[in-house]
Structure formats: C-alpha cells, structure tokens
C-alpha cells in the first residue's frame, strides 16, 4: 500500500474558492512534498516542507504538517481555472532516500 | 542542461517480450528512481538507487529488474511483460535529501 493517502479523492469548487486537500501517511519521514500534474503530463513541483518545520507559505499555496498526527494539508487560496490538476504529496521515509507518493486529489475548477 | 532523459517515449510490447528503459540525468544527483503510473492513480515506486552501485525495491518491484550503470544512468528491465504491467513509466533524480525530484517525460508501455 502506497505510503501517503490522501483526501478528498476529488474535490470541485467554483473559481475564488479556497480548495484544500490532506496528506496523511505512515511512517516517520525526513520531508514531504506537494507536486502537480496536469492531465497526462509530467509531474511539477510545488513545495516542500521538512520533519521540523509546521507551516509554509509559496504564494497563493500554505502546507502544514503536523507530525504528531502523520498528516499534511495543501490549500490552494483564490483558486483559478488553470489549478485545475491532479494533487500529490511524496513523503521520504526517515533517515532513507525512499521517496513514496500518494493516491493524489483530482482538483476540478470551474470559471 | 538535458535534466533527465527517458527513452523510448512509447513502446508496444506482446506478452513475454523483453525490453529495457533507459534513463540518464546530467545533474550529477546520487538518487534516482523509477515509478509507473497506472490511469487515474498516483505514482508508485518501483525501485531506486540511493547512490552508483546501490539498489533498493520500492513499493511494486516484481516482475522489474534495475541496473544503476554508473552515477548518470539507471536502466530499468522487464524480463517477460505482463499486460499488468501496462503504465506510464516515470524516471526521477534527486540531488541529496530535502530537494526536489526532476522527472524525465515519460515512458508510455502497452503490454498486448
């Protein structure tokens, strides 16, 4: 079973809305990552967040983790039509280089 | 600067055929990876290579083997494909730990 599961599974909201999204996974990890992929394209890189850090800002994008919980939540403010994409986190198991994702939130945005 | 190079892009293999997909990135990064991606689904590790001359499974490694020929390149082998083993095959790089991956385009493998 894949390391990270996240939820909702797909989420559709109007354009203006705020969207988020939650990452929880296993194990103990070093960081976790949030990327983007548009349908049937490669995978973008968002932000990463590390083991001691809680919270961080990359424009319109704010991830916290709380590793007591093993969880993570994307939030995508003022969202736009060309959010509209597929959400994954990717977490790397402590003290190893074993990068594993999650099931991912299909994000729809309509104008 | 390449970043990291996938070939083929396509393949269409019958049952029982072999084959390799070749990856090489130019980042000098020690990590590197292979995921397949099955539609409608996230990504799942198949193996990686945290350094030249080491080889770990991830979290689908039967029916795949993986050679890290050298810093550059990580080759990933289907000895007998399966038409389960029909995906997206992703290829990634990682400089060291807290970095971001750089992924290659994609391999697209029909198994018939």
């Known amino acids: 079973s894949q390391q990270g599961e996240e939820d909702p599974q797909a989420l559709s909201i109007q354009e203006g809305e705020n969207a988020t999204m939650n990452c929880s996974y296993k194990t103990s990890i070093n960081n976790l990552q949030w990327y983007r992929q548009n349908s049937g394209r490669g995978l973008v890189h968002l932000i990463l967040?590390?083991?001691?850090?809680r919270e961080k800002h990359s424009g319109r994008l704010r991830v916290t983790l709380d590793t007591s919980k093993k969880s993570s939540s994307l939030l995508i403010t003022a969202s736009r039509a060309a959010d509209t994409a597929s959400y994954f986190c990717a977490t790397d198991a402590w003290n190893t280089d074993k990068l594993i994702f999650g099931t991912g939130t299909r994000l729809q945005v309509f104008p | 600067n390449a970043g990291v190079t996938q070939t083929p892009k396509f393949q269409v293999l019958k049952t029982g055929q072999s084959m390799t997909l070749q990856c090489a990135q130019d980042?000098?990064?020690?990590?590197m990876y292979w995921y397949r991606q099955d539609p409608g689904m996230g990504l799942r590790l198949i193996y990686y290579?945290?350094?030249?001359?080491?080889?770990d499974k991830g979290e689908v490694p039967n029916g795949y083997n993986v050679s890290r020929l050298n810093k550059r390149e990580f080759s990933l082998r289907l000895e007998s494909a399966a038409p389960s083993q029909t995906s997206v095959y992703f290829c990634?790089?990682?400089?060291?730990?807290?970095?971001?991956?750089?992924f290659g385009s994609g391999t697209q493998l029909s198994v018939l």
């Open positions: 990634a790089s990682i400089g060291t730990r807290g970095e971001k991956l750089f």
């Open positions: 967040i590390r083991s001691n850090e």
């Open positions: 980042m000098n990064h020690n990590s």
């Open positions: 290579s945290a350094s030249e001359g080491t080889t």
